[in-house]
């Protein structure tokens, strides 16, 4: 950790800083996670060790709860999984995923001690927990843990006082981030990582976080790699500047980051981009034509209108309702695309919730044109190399390719390629996706260009004889790596 120092952050606490310079893309720390968990949700889904989604896993034999890849991940899994085996078949169940981490990070600093790591930067009992700052209502569900967590925990185990159960149940609630799949596509599980809560939010910030997950492929587990967080540099970050990360979306106004925050991280941000409102302009704007805009009034009426489809058109997705949905969001953008801006951030989500349908149901030249929207739109608003960004322009190339659109596919996945290769590095596995989607469009597109008709009659015989290979996100995926 020769790269960062702790500091007091002035008007936040204790933060981090560089001691080196740094330049787009580099690797300012690694860390691997103190424990993690997988979502109850997908308990059954996820490898409970390399947290990999798996089409078929092996169920273990004494809790009937931890799923793993093969015997390789169990083996792997068993220091994490060995006592909390046991308490599952005394309790008869498996608690929530807030229980269940509690409950690894109590055993590991128990057997361990609060440091775990020569890296470490900070201990358990340092971080902030925020309880006294939590709502009636959070409070509630947060007893109901504790009662839980008490019935839960063995007798066998170290005995732990309430205070100190509570101190790690509120560090978990404002401090946990959230686990992502072997990708990166998916979040499937949450974990706690010491050093990156240190880390300040910042809305425009200098790094961001990616989950590395290691090499697990070799049978003996004592070549496995750990998973582990990296931060990673956004671009030139100057030796003593401070190290920050954005715990919340910036396709958010100012006055919604700040409530997002406030509620769940329990700060008020005064960054720049939240002092001067950086952009909230065009994130509501109405469209010009011609030198001519909307009044204000038909602006707002638009905005409204867009912001309750986007309820109705979500209850629908989650329903599975795919073409409720495409109807929904075609209504939406036809009333409301002549009068807001192509920067709009209710438009944008229209167009990428439609995009993403429409490739679903493989109606690929409608997907194209909203997913192109889409990714214009954002490239006005977000960071350049931001990861949201990458991924948009990802998707956008891919669903350009299945339109058979080969110039601006190509275009797209060689920008989403060198936005990745700022913020998830050359040996990520969806880097090395887009390294491979490069090398087919560009070959695709010298081949186009030689002769479009036999390009496009070699692309149908490819197409109906064996399936599209070039992955998309799943519809209700999240990306990356992020505060829970």
């Known amino acids: 950790m020769d790269n960062v120092a702790v500091f007091d952050s002035p008007g936040k606490g204790r933060g981090l800083k560089a001691t080196k310079e740094f330049w787009a893309g580099d690797v300012i720390f690694s860390e691997s996670s103190l424990a993690a968990v997988v979502f109850d949700s997908l308990a059954e889904r996820i490898c409970h060790s390399c947290f990999r ?78 309880i006294t700052d939590m709502q009636e209502e959070e409070l509630k569900e947060f007893k109901v843990d ?44 949450v974990g706690l990582f010491p050093n990156l ?85 065009l994130k509501m704007a109405g469209r010009e034509v011609d030198g001519v805009k909307p009044s204000n009034e038909q602006v707002k009426e638009a905005t409204d209108y867009c912001f309750e489809m986007l309820d109705k058109m979500e209850k629908a997705r989650l329903n599975g309702d795919y073409h409720e949905v495409v109807k929904i969001c075609r209504e939406c953008i036809e009333k409301t695309e002549p009068i807001l801006a192509d920067t709009h951030i209710y438009l944008l989500r229209m167009w990428s919730t439609l995009s993403e349908v429409q490739a679903y149901l493989q109606y690929f030249d409608d997907a194209a044109e909203y997913a192109r929207k889409m990714v214009e739109g954002y490239m ?52 090395k996706d887009l390294e491979a989607m490069r090398m087919q469009t560009e070959m695709e597109l010298r081949m186009f260009k030689q002769n479009e008709y036999v390009y496009h009659s070699m692309r149908e015989a490819a197409l109906k004889n064996k399936p599209m290979f070039m992955p998309l996100l799943h519809l209700g995926d999240t990306v990356g790596l992020s505060h829970q």
């Open 53 to 130: 989604r798996q089409d078929k896993l092996q169920r273990c034999g004494q809790c009937k709860f931890a799923h793993y890849c093969d015997r390789t991940c169990q083996r792997a899994g068993w220091s994490e999984h060995k006592q909390e085996c046991g308490a599952i078949k005394a309790y008869g169940k498996a608690p929530n995923e807030n229980i269940r981490l509690v409950a690894r990070i109590m055993w590991r600093v128990d057997k361990e001690g609060s440091v775990v790591s020569d890296m470490q930067l900070t201990v358990l009992d340092e971080l902030e927990d925020h």
């Open 146 to 189: 504790i009662h839980n967590f008490l019935d839960y925990w063995p007798r066998n185990s170290k005995q732990h006082t309430i205070d100190v159960i509570s101190h790690v149940f509120g560090v978990i609630n404002c401090n946990g981030f959230t686990v992502s799949d072997q990708r990166g596509l998916q979040a499937v599980g």
């Open 197 to 281: 809560c240190l880390v300040n939010h910042d809305c425009w910030p200098n790094c961001t976080v990616i989950l590395n997950h290691g090499n697990q492929s070799a049978v003996n587990t004592m070549f496995h790699s750990q998973r582990r967080i990296e931060l990673r540099a956004l671009g030139k970050i100057a030796e003593g500047e401070e190290l920050t990360v954005s715990y919340v979306d910036y396709m958010n106004v100012s006055e919604e980051r700040q409530r997002l925050l406030k509620t769940q991280y329990f700060f008020d941000c005064t960054c720049e981009n939240c002092k001067n409102r950086t952009k909230d302009d």
């Open 380 to 431: 006005k608003l977000y960071h350049p190399n931001n990861a949201a960004l990458g991924m948009a322009a990802m998707r956008a190339g891919v669903t350009h390719w299945q339109a058979g659109l080969i110039e601006v596919g190509h275009g797209m996945i060689c920008k989403a390629y060198a936005i990745l290769m700022v913020t998830h590095g050359p040996t990520h596995p969806i880097t």
